[in-house]
C-alpha cells in the first residue's frame, strides 16, 4: 500500500446525544492499521469496542475526525459507495453469526456473490470458499437454525470471505462457541491472516487475543494501549 | 436466473403461510366485489340496451296533436289517412312501411273480463314484425293472435275464442279465435306496438268491427339500414309535414341514450361500493406488510451490514407485495368467474353477455387493479425497510 495504511483514524470522535445526556462513545482516537496486521480489540464494556467496530465496519460515521479506509475518507462517500464498499471490501464476522435464515448454508454464501455481480454464482467460487472453511459440503443445503454454532460460524467467516475482502472485521467470533470449536475458529482466522487478510478482532478473551500479533486496549473511548 | 430476493420473498410468505393467506383473502374478495359488480352492472346494460336497439329501426309515425285554430272546429278524423300513408310510402323508399290500426277496448274469455289493446295489423305485415312463439299467424278472416301477457294472465290456448267490445245487451259481440301466442317482448316493445298486452287482428277484420277504414292510428317505417335513421326521417317530414304539420315523427334512440347513461350511472355506483372492499384489503396487506417488517428487522439489520443496497431490500418487500397480490388476484380472478356468473344468471336472469369482451375485461381490470392496490399497500412498508439504521436493526432481537 506504498505506506499508506490500510486504516487510518485520525483524530476520531463519537458522541451520542442521548436524553440522558451526550456520550462520548470515542474519544480522540488516532491509529493506523496496516495491511495484512491481525490486531485483537480489547476494552471493557462501554469502552467503545462496538462503537469501533461499527465505525471500521463503516455502518456509521464518526462525530468528528477522518476515517480513511482503503485510501478512502468515509465521511464524504455516498450512501451507496458505502454500501458498496461494505459488500467489497470488509468481510463482517458476528459473534451471534446472523446468518440470513432463509436462506440455505450455501445460499448464505452465495448471497455477497449475488448483491456484488447481480447475478446467481456460476463460478464454483461460494462453494470452494465454503469448503475452504472446513464446512461439510453435505450439510450446504441446511438452514442456519439446523445447523451447530460451529458450523454457523465457519458459514459466516466464509460469507464474509466470498467477495475477497481486504479487511477481515471479527466480532467476538469465538463468544458463542464451545472452546474447542472456538480454537478450531482461530485456526480459521490465523490461517486467512496468513493468505495477507487484515484481520481486527474483538474479544474478552486473552487466550484468544495471543493469537493477534497486535493488541489495543480501549478505555472509556480513548486508546490506551496500542 | 431467478433473483435472490424474489427466493427471499416467497420464502417468507411460505414461512407466515396462514397469515399471508388471509391477506390475500381481502384482495380476493376485493377482486371478486370489483368484477361481479362490474360485470353485473354491464350485463345489464348490455341487455337491456339490445332489447331496446331491437325496434331502434323502426320509425313510428303517428298523427300530430290537432291543434284547432280559434273559431274552427276540431276534426273528429285525426288519423293518418290513405293519401298521406301514400306519401310515406313515397318517401320510405325500399323501407317496409306498415300501417297499424290501434284501440284500447274490453274483451271477454268466457266469464273473464279484461281490457287490452286490439291492433288491426296487415296479416302479410304480422309475419314480418312480429315473434309468434305458439300456434301459427293469422290466415282466416276472425283470427286473432294474442301476447304473451294476455295469454298468461287468461290461461289462453290456440283455439280459445274472445268476444270483443263493450258488453252491450242488445248487440252480440263479434268473436275472434285464438290461432297464436307472441313471444314476449317487454322493453323492447319500441316500435309502438305494445305486444304482450294486445290482441292483433287482421286489417278487415279491425275495419270491419270498428270502422276507419283508410284511416290508420299509426304508421311503422321498418328500416332495412338503420343509417339511415334521420334521412328517412328527414323525407317523409319533408314530404307529409310540407305544409303544416300533421304527423310526428318519432323513434327510440334517444331513448336508449338515457336508459344507457342512467344505467352506467348504476354501473359506476355498484363498482365504487366494491371498490371500498379493495380500501378494506389495502389495510390489511399494509397491515401484513407491516408486521412483516417489524418482524424481520434484524434480518434487515444483517442484509445491510453485509452490503445490501437500500433499493434491494425495498425489492425484497415490494415482491413480498406483488406475490400477495398475485396470489389474492389469481384467485379472485377464478372465483369472479364462478360468482359473477351466479351473481348476472341469478340478478339478471340472462348469461348471454356475459362471455363478451365488455363484460370480461372486469376479471382482468379487477386482477390488475387488486394487484395495484397490493403493491401500493406495500410501498411504505418497503420504504421502512429500506431506511432502518443497520446497527439499531441488528441489535433487535
Keep these: 500500500m506504498n505506506g499508506t495504511p490500510l486504516i487510518r483514524f485520525a483524530d476520531v470522535s ?43 465496519g463503516i455502518l456509521d460515521v464518526p462525530s468528528t475526525g477522518e476515517i480513511h479506509i482503503a485510501g478512502k475518507n468515509v465521511a464524504s462517500m455516498t450512501n451507496l459507495e458505502r454500501t458498496h464498499m461494505r459488500r467489497d471490501v470488509i468481510g463482517y464476522v458476528f459473534q451471534k453469526f446472523y446468518l440470513i435464515p432463509l436462506l440455505s448454508a450455501y445460499e448464505n454464501v452465495e448471497y455477497p456473490l449475488i448483491l456484488k455481480y447481480k447475478k446467481r454464482d456460476t463460478t464454483g467460487r461460494a462453494a470452494a470458499v465454503l469448503k475452504s472453511v472446513g464446512f461439510d459440503e453435505a450439510m450446504s443445503a441446511h438452514r442456519p437454525n439446523q445447523l451447530s454454532g460451529g458450523q454457523q460460524q465457519r458459514v459466516a467467516i466464509a460469507r464474509a470471505l466470498v467477495n475477497d475482502p481486504k479487511i477481515l472485521l471479527c466480532d467476538e467470533p469465538t463468544g458463542n462457541l464451545d472452546r474447542k470449536t472456538g480454537f478450531q475458529i482461530m485456526d480459521i482466522l490465523v490461517g486467512l491472516h496468513k493468505e495477507g487478510k487484515t484481520v481486527i478482532l474483538v474479544t474478552h478473551d486473552p487466550k ?12 472509556d473511548g480513548r486508546v490506551v494501549e496500542s | ?39 353485473l352492472g354491464t350485463n345489464m346494460q348490455l341487455m337491456v340496451k ?55 277496448t274490453q274483451f271477454s274469455i268466457g266469464s273473464n273480463d279484461g281490457r287490452g289493446s286490439i291492433y288491426g295489423l296487415d296479416p302479410a305485415d304480422i309475419k314480418n314484425i312480429m315473434n309468434v312463439s305458439e300456434g301459427s299467424t293469422i290466415r282466416g278472416e276472425s ?46 316493445s319500441t ?68 336508459v344507457s347513461s342512467t344505467l352506467s350511472s ?60 398475485i396470489i389474492g388476484a389469481i384467485i379472485g380472478g377464478i372465483m369472479s368467474i364462478i360468482i359473477g356468473y351466479s351473481v348476472v344468471s341469478a340478478m339478471i336472469g340472462n348469461t348471454a353477455y356475459f362471455f363478451l369482451p365488455e363484460s370480461i375485461v372486469y376479471i382482468p381490470a379487477g386482477m390488475f387493479i387488486g394487484m395495484i392496490v397490493c403493491i401500493v399497500s406495500g410501498l411504505y412498508p418497503a420504504w421502512r425497510a429500506s431506511n432502518l439504521d443497520p446497527i439499531d436493526a441488528l441489535r433487535n432481537e
Design chain 1, 14 to 56: 463519537k458522541v451520542y446525544h442521548l436524553e440522558s445526556g451526550d456520550v462520548t462513545a470515542l474519544n480522540h482516537i488516532s491509529l493506523d492499521i496496516s495491511e495484512g496486521e491481525f490486531v485483537a480489540l480489547m476494552g471493557p464494556s462501554g469502552s467503545g469496542k462496538s462503537t469501533m467496530m461499527n465505525q471500521l
Design chain 1, 208 to 219: 484468544i487475543a495471543e493469537y493477534a500479533h497486535r493488541t489495543i486496549q480501549l478505555e
Design chain 2, 1 to 39: 436466473m431467478r433473483d435472490i430476493f424474489f427466493d427471499l420473498s416467497v420464502r417468507s410468505v411460505r414461512l407466515n403461510f396462514l397469515r399471508s393467506l388471509l391477506a390475500s383473502i381481502g384482495i380476493v374478495i376485493g377482486v371478486v366485489a370489483i368484477s361481479s359488480m362490474g360485470m
Design chain 2, 50 to 104: 339490445d332489447q331496446l336497439t331491437t325496434g331502434i329501426n323502426t320509425i313510428a309515425i303517428t298523427p300530430d296533436v290537432v291543434r284547432a285554430e280559434p273559431g274552427t272546429s276540431v276534426s273528429s278524423n285525426t288519423g293518418i289517412t290513405d293519401i298521406q300513408l301514400r306519401e310515406i310510402r313515397d318517401a320510405a323508399g325500399i323501407n317496409e312501411v306498415i300501417p297499424i290500426d290501434r284501440t284500447n
Design chain 2, 143 to 188: 283470427d286473432a293472435i294474442v301476447g304473451a301477457t294476455i295469454a298468461n294472465r287468461f290461461n289462453l290456448l290456440i283455439g280459445t275464442r274472445i268476444k270483443i267490445g263493450e258488453p252491450n245487451i242488445s248487440v252480440t259481440r263479434p268473436v275472434v279465435r285464438v290461432v297464436g301466442i307472441l313471444s314476449s317482448v317487454g322493453l323492447s
Design chain 2, 191 to 258: 316500435n309502438g306496438i305494445n305486444s304482450d298486452n294486445a290482441i292483433i287482428v287482421s286489417d278487415t277484420w279491425y275495419s270491419n268491427q270498428f270502422g276507419g277504414e283508410n284511416v290508420y292510428d299509426q304508421v311503422n317505417v321498418n328500416l332495412k339500414d338503420v343509417s339511415t335513421l334521420s334521412a328517412v326521417e328527414d323525407a317523409i317530414d319533408k314530404k307529409v309535414n310540407r305544409n303544416k304539420q300533421v304527423v310526428r315523427i318519432s323513434d327510440s334512440s334517444s331513448r336508449i341514450t338515457s
Design chain 2, 266 to 325: 348504476l354501473t359506476t355506483f355498484i363498482l365504487a361500493i366494491g371498490s371500498i372492499s379493495l380500501l378494506v384489503a389495502a389495510t390489511s396487506i399494509f397491515n401484513v406488510m407491516m408486521m412483516s417488517v417489524s418482524e424481520r428487522v434484524q434480518e434487515i439489520g444483517i442484509l445491510l451490514s453485509i452490503g445490501t443496497e437500500k433499493g434491494e431490500i425495498r425489492r425484497m418487500f415490494l415482491y413480498e407485495a406483488f406475490i400477495l397480490g
